[in-house]
Protein backbone atom coordinates (compact mmCIF):
# COMPACT_ATOMS: atom_id res chain seq x y z
CA UNK A 1 0.00 0.00 0.00
CA UNK A 2 1.84 3.50 -0.92
CA UNK A 3 2.37 5.93 2.03
CA UNK A 4 -0.37 7.78 3.35
CA UNK A 5 -2.79 5.32 2.23
CA UNK A 6 -4.00 3.83 5.31
CA UNK A 7 -6.61 1.74 6.49
CA UNK A 8 -6.23 1.49 10.16
CA UNK A 9 -6.01 4.80 12.20
CA UNK A 10 -4.02 8.23 10.79
CA UNK A 11 -2.46 9.18 13.65
CA UNK A 12 0.82 9.64 11.92
CA UNK A 13 1.99 12.09 9.51
CA UNK A 14 3.07 11.16 5.94
CA UNK A 15 6.78 12.25 7.08
CA UNK A 16 6.42 10.18 10.14
CA UNK A 17 5.41 6.59 7.87
CA UNK A 18 8.24 7.62 5.79
CA UNK A 19 10.88 8.51 8.48
CA UNK A 20 9.96 4.85 9.92
CA UNK A 21 10.18 3.51 6.35
CA UNK A 22 13.71 4.79 5.56
CA UNK A 23 15.12 4.86 9.05
CA UNK A 24 13.75 2.35 10.77
CA UNK A 25 12.28 4.21 13.79
CA UNK A 26 9.81 6.98 14.86
CA UNK A 27 9.98 8.97 18.04
CA UNK A 28 7.34 10.63 19.69
CA UNK A 29 8.57 12.96 23.03
CA UNK A 30 5.76 13.62 25.57
CA UNK A 31 2.98 11.05 24.25
CA UNK A 32 1.94 10.71 27.41
CA UNK A 33 1.91 12.79 30.75
CA UNK A 34 4.51 13.05 33.54
CA UNK A 35 1.13 11.76 35.45
CA UNK A 36 0.29 9.30 33.39
CA UNK A 37 3.80 7.61 33.64
CA UNK A 38 3.78 8.06 37.51
CA UNK A 39 1.23 5.81 37.60
CA UNK A 40 3.17 3.28 36.41
CA UNK A 41 6.25 4.37 38.58
CA UNK A 42 4.07 3.75 41.69
CA UNK A 43 3.61 0.32 40.90
CA UNK A 44 7.85 -0.79 40.25
CA UNK A 45 8.44 -1.04 43.51
CA UNK A 46 5.33 -3.72 43.74
CA UNK A 47 6.90 -5.58 40.80
CA UNK A 48 10.21 -5.91 41.15
CA UNK A 49 9.86 -7.17 44.79
CA UNK A 50 8.49 -9.84 43.19
CA UNK A 51 9.88 -13.19 43.51
CA UNK A 52 8.73 -15.11 40.10
CA UNK A 53 10.25 -16.40 37.05
CA UNK A 54 8.59 -13.68 35.40
CA UNK A 55 10.87 -11.18 37.24
CA UNK A 56 14.89 -11.56 35.76
CA UNK A 57 17.38 -10.32 38.42
CA UNK A 58 21.05 -9.17 36.86
CA UNK A 59 24.03 -10.94 37.75
CA UNK A 60 24.40 -9.67 41.47
CA UNK A 61 20.71 -11.72 41.69
CA UNK A 62 19.33 -8.40 43.29
CA UNK A 63 18.54 -5.93 40.50
CA UNK A 64 15.73 -6.42 38.57
CA UNK A 65 17.19 -6.65 35.04
CA UNK A 66 13.51 -7.18 32.94
CA UNK A 67 10.09 -8.03 34.30
CA UNK A 68 8.47 -10.16 31.70
CA UNK A 69 4.44 -10.01 30.97
CA UNK A 70 4.03 -7.08 33.97
CA UNK A 71 0.63 -6.56 32.21
CA UNK A 72 -0.13 -9.76 33.31
CA UNK A 73 0.00 -9.35 37.06
CA UNK A 74 -0.43 -5.66 37.24
CA UNK A 75 -3.52 -3.55 36.13
CA UNK A 76 -1.39 -0.82 35.25
CA UNK A 77 0.40 -2.26 32.78
CA UNK A 78 -2.65 -4.04 31.38
CA UNK A 79 -4.31 -1.04 30.89
CA UNK A 80 -0.88 0.67 29.20
CA UNK A 81 -0.65 -2.72 26.85
CA UNK A 82 -4.06 -2.06 25.47
CA UNK A 83 -3.53 2.26 25.36
CA UNK A 84 -4.62 3.57 22.64
CA UNK A 85 -1.56 5.90 22.00
CA UNK A 86 0.47 2.42 21.52
CA UNK A 87 -1.64 0.50 19.82
CA UNK A 88 -3.33 3.04 17.18
CA UNK A 89 -0.09 4.21 15.37
CA UNK A 90 1.36 0.27 15.71
CA UNK A 91 -2.06 -1.24 13.70
CA UNK A 92 -1.35 1.84 11.53
CA UNK A 93 2.47 0.94 11.03
CA UNK A 94 1.71 -2.89 10.71
CA UNK A 95 -1.29 -2.15 8.73
CA UNK A 96 -4.16 -4.47 10.78
CA UNK A 97 -4.65 -6.01 14.24
CA UNK A 98 -2.38 -6.74 16.18
CA UNK A 99 -1.43 -9.00 19.34
CA UNK A 100 0.92 -8.52 22.20
CA UNK A 101 4.06 -11.53 21.42
CA UNK A 102 6.38 -9.86 24.11
CA UNK A 103 5.89 -7.31 27.15
CA UNK A 104 8.71 -6.49 29.24
CA UNK A 105 9.69 -3.94 31.78
CA UNK A 106 13.59 -2.98 31.47
CA UNK A 107 14.64 -1.62 34.85
CA UNK A 108 18.12 -0.94 33.93
CA UNK A 109 18.62 0.20 37.63
CA UNK A 110 20.35 2.69 39.06
CA UNK A 111 24.51 1.49 39.64
CA UNK A 112 23.19 -1.97 38.88
CA UNK A 113 21.64 -1.97 35.33
CA UNK A 114 24.05 -4.12 32.98
CA UNK A 115 24.54 -4.01 28.85
CA UNK A 116 21.98 -5.06 25.93
CA UNK A 117 24.67 -6.37 23.28
CA UNK A 118 24.45 -5.54 19.69
CA UNK A 119 21.30 -7.60 18.12
CA UNK A 120 17.92 -7.34 16.34
CA UNK A 121 14.50 -8.43 17.98
CA UNK A 122 13.18 -10.50 15.20
CA UNK A 123 16.41 -12.70 14.34
CA UNK A 124 15.60 -14.26 17.83
CA UNK A 125 11.81 -14.55 17.18
CA UNK A 126 12.28 -15.88 13.76
CA UNK A 127 15.09 -18.52 15.04
CA UNK A 128 13.30 -19.53 18.64
CA UNK A 129 9.50 -18.75 17.93
CA UNK A 130 9.29 -19.33 14.04
CA UNK A 131 7.62 -16.01 13.42
CA UNK A 132 6.91 -15.89 9.67
CA UNK A 133 7.73 -12.41 8.68
CA UNK A 134 9.49 -9.27 10.10
CA UNK A 135 5.76 -7.89 10.40
CA UNK A 136 5.83 -6.73 14.32
CA UNK A 137 7.02 -3.50 16.22
CA UNK A 138 9.07 -2.84 19.39
CA UNK A 139 7.12 0.05 21.02
CA UNK A 140 9.26 1.70 24.02
CA UNK A 141 7.50 3.82 26.54
CA UNK A 142 9.76 6.15 29.03
CA UNK A 143 8.75 5.95 32.34
CA UNK A 144 11.93 7.60 33.46
CA UNK A 145 13.74 10.53 31.66
CA UNK A 146 16.36 8.65 28.85
CA UNK A 147 19.56 11.13 29.28
CA UNK A 148 23.57 10.15 28.00
CA UNK A 149 23.99 8.90 31.60
CA UNK A 150 21.38 6.39 32.51
CA UNK A 151 21.99 3.33 29.72
CA UNK A 152 20.00 5.12 27.06
CA UNK A 153 18.97 2.61 24.16
CA UNK A 154 21.34 2.95 20.65
CA UNK A 155 19.60 2.35 17.21
CA UNK A 156 21.36 1.84 14.14
CA UNK A 157 19.34 3.93 11.53
CA UNK A 158 18.31 2.12 8.02
CA UNK A 159 19.62 -1.59 9.47
CA UNK A 160 15.97 -2.71 9.42
CA UNK A 161 17.48 -2.84 5.52
CA UNK A 162 19.32 -5.79 6.47
CA UNK A 163 17.17 -9.01 7.21
CA UNK A 164 18.28 -11.10 9.40
CA UNK A 165 22.00 -10.60 10.17
CA UNK A 166 23.83 -13.94 11.31
CA UNK A 167 24.39 -13.73 14.79
CA UNK A 168 25.25 -15.89 17.68
CA UNK A 169 24.17 -17.11 20.94
CA UNK A 170 25.82 -15.53 24.02
CA UNK A 171 25.11 -17.17 27.22
CA UNK A 172 28.30 -15.58 29.10
CA UNK A 173 28.10 -11.61 29.21
CA UNK A 174 24.94 -10.61 31.29
CA UNK A 175 22.35 -12.99 33.02
CA UNK A 176 19.87 -13.46 30.10
CA UNK A 177 21.02 -15.42 26.96
CA UNK A 178 21.00 -13.52 23.55
CA UNK A 179 21.37 -13.77 19.72
CA UNK A 180 23.93 -11.18 19.31
CA UNK A 181 25.72 -9.29 16.09
CA UNK A 182 29.75 -9.61 15.64
CA UNK A 183 31.82 -6.73 15.85
CA UNK A 184 32.52 -6.22 11.98
CA UNK A 185 28.44 -6.34 11.19
CA UNK A 186 28.01 -3.41 13.55
CA UNK A 187 31.35 -1.46 12.30
CA UNK A 188 29.51 -2.02 8.43
CA UNK A 189 26.43 -0.98 9.75
CA UNK A 190 27.25 2.29 11.39
CA UNK A 191 29.32 3.16 8.77
CA UNK A 192 26.75 2.84 6.50
CA UNK A 193 23.76 4.48 9.08
CA UNK A 194 24.93 6.15 11.89
CA UNK A 195 23.99 5.67 15.31
CA UNK A 196 21.21 7.34 17.43
CA UNK A 197 20.26 7.50 20.94
CA UNK A 198 16.90 8.50 21.85
CA UNK A 199 16.50 10.64 25.10
CA UNK A 200 13.49 12.54 26.19
CA UNK A 201 11.36 13.05 29.39
CA UNK A 202 9.01 10.12 30.97
CA UNK A 203 5.96 9.55 28.28
CA UNK A 204 8.17 9.13 25.10
CA UNK A 205 6.99 6.69 23.10
CA UNK A 206 10.25 5.16 20.57
CA UNK A 207 8.28 2.57 17.75
CA UNK A 208 11.40 0.67 16.10
CA UNK A 209 11.15 -1.76 13.32
CA UNK A 210 11.57 -5.22 14.73
CA UNK A 211 15.34 -5.97 12.47
CA UNK A 212 16.33 -2.58 13.28
CA UNK A 213 19.88 -3.26 15.33
CA UNK A 214 19.66 -1.79 18.77
CA UNK A 215 21.88 -1.79 22.21
CA UNK A 216 22.30 -0.17 25.31
CA UNK A 217 25.08 0.31 27.91
CA UNK A 218 25.57 -0.68 30.85
CA UNK A 219 23.99 2.40 33.57
CA UNK A 220 26.51 3.50 35.73
CA UNK A 221 24.76 6.42 37.39
CA UNK A 222 22.63 7.34 39.96
CA UNK A 223 19.59 7.47 38.34
CA UNK A 224 17.01 3.93 36.84
CA UNK A 225 16.08 3.83 33.43
CA UNK A 226 12.96 2.20 33.16
CA UNK A 227 11.58 1.32 30.23
CA UNK A 228 8.34 -0.57 28.94
CA UNK A 229 9.11 -2.54 25.66
CA UNK A 230 5.78 -4.00 24.00
CA UNK A 231 6.57 -5.98 20.67
CA UNK A 232 3.58 -6.42 19.12
CA UNK A 233 2.59 -8.65 16.13
CA UNK A 234 0.32 -8.50 13.06
CA UNK A 235 -2.39 -11.37 13.93
CA UNK A 236 -1.72 -12.93 10.85
CA UNK A 237 2.16 -13.21 11.62
CA UNK A 238 1.94 -15.12 14.66
CA UNK A 239 4.24 -17.34 16.16
CA UNK A 240 4.31 -20.85 15.17
CA UNK A 241 6.76 -22.63 17.32
CA UNK A 242 6.35 -22.78 21.57
CA UNK A 243 9.33 -23.92 22.45
CA UNK A 244 10.38 -20.46 24.98
CA UNK A 245 8.40 -19.67 28.43
CA UNK A 246 4.61 -18.47 27.34
CA UNK A 247 5.91 -15.64 29.72
CA UNK A 248 8.48 -14.44 27.04
CA UNK A 249 6.88 -15.29 23.72
CA UNK A 250 2.72 -15.13 23.89
CA UNK A 251 0.39 -17.53 22.71
CA UNK A 252 -2.79 -15.73 23.19
CA UNK A 253 -2.93 -14.43 19.28
CA UNK A 254 -6.52 -12.09 20.12
CA UNK A 255 -6.51 -9.12 18.58
CA UNK A 256 -5.47 -5.73 20.95
CA UNK A 257 -8.76 -3.89 22.25
CA UNK A 258 -7.89 -0.46 23.59
CA UNK A 259 -9.01 0.95 26.54
CA UNK A 260 -10.15 4.33 26.94
CA UNK A 261 -7.76 7.08 26.60
CA UNK A 262 -7.93 8.34 30.14
CA UNK A 263 -7.46 4.76 31.25
CA UNK A 264 -4.23 5.55 33.26
CA UNK A 265 -5.27 8.75 35.92
CA UNK A 266 -8.16 6.88 36.34
CA UNK A 267 -6.62 3.18 37.71
CA UNK A 268 -4.53 6.35 39.46
CA UNK A 269 -7.42 7.82 40.71
CA UNK A 270 -9.05 4.57 42.10
CA UNK A 271 -6.35 3.54 43.70
CA UNK A 272 -6.01 7.13 45.77
CA UNK A 273 -9.45 6.60 46.76
CA UNK A 274 -8.90 3.32 48.07
CA UNK A 275 -5.95 3.97 50.07
C1 LIG B 1 16.03 -4.85 24.46
O1 LIG B 1 16.63 -4.68 23.43
O2 LIG B 1 15.17 -5.73 24.55
C2 LIG B 1 16.29 -4.01 25.67
C3 LIG B 1 17.24 -2.92 25.50
C4 LIG B 1 17.27 -1.99 26.67
O3 LIG B 1 16.47 -2.10 27.61
O4 LIG B 1 18.11 -1.09 26.66
MN1 LIG C 1 15.79 -5.86 21.75
Request: proline share 7%; glycine share 6%.
Amino acid sequence: MPLGMKEYGNMLTKDQLQQFDELGYIFLPNTFSRAEMNVLGHELPGVFAQRRPEVWREKNDESVRTAFAAHHYNEAFRLLAHHPRMIQPTMELLDGPVYIHQFKVNAKAAFDGDVWQWHQDYGTWARDDLMPEPRAMNIAVFVDEVTEFNGPLMLIPKSHKSGVLEAGHDLATTSYPLWTLDKATVTRLVEEGGLVAPKGPPGSLLMFHCNLVHASPGNISPWSRTIVYISACHVDNHIRRFQREEWIAHRDFTPLECEADDCLIAYGQRMQSAS
